[in-house]
């Protein structure tokens, strides 16, 4: 089975850094798009950053310069480092890959989502 495990939420005070970390685990041919979605309490399920395999990234406007995604193919893992945190960023957040993956014996284009973290901002 297929799955996205995500680690490192938590609380923060105003300023500070948190690493969030994505493991893809199973039998993955490739991952072809990673990336962090955040919902906040009664809002939507927001983009905060995509990488893809070649390494072109696409940030949130509002996490640019504060926020990195990395990845490490290898490991068919991804992390957020996340800097400068505000209030703001208060929210669930999850990861997501798509790509090549085995379901049973049949190589399949699938999408993954893990099951969120929680990053709470304040004092």
């Known amino acids: 089975q297929v799955q996205l495990v995500e680690s490192g939420g938590g609380l923060v005070q105003p300023g500070g850094s948190l690493r969030l970390s994505c493991a893809a685990s199973g039998s993955i041919f490739n991952i072809v798009t990673m990336g962090w979605y955040r919902q906040a309490p009664g809002k939507e399920r927001e983009l905060v950053v995509q990488?893809?395999?070649?390494?072109?990234?696409n940030y949130a406007d509002s996490v640019k310069g504060r926020f990195t995604i990395s990845r490490d193919n290898t490991r068919n893992t991804f992390y957020l480092q996340m800097n400068s945190l505000k209030p703001e960023d208060t929210a669930l957040y999850y990861c997501?890959?798509?790509?090549?993956?085995?379901?049973?014996?049949?190589?399949?284009?699938?999408?993954?989502w893990g099951q969120g973290t929680l990053v709470t901002v304040s004092t």
């Open positions: 997501n890959a798509a790509g090549h993956m085995y379901n049973g014996p049949t190589l399949r284009y699938l999408e993954l």
């Open positions: 990488i893809t395999s070649g390494g072109s990234t």
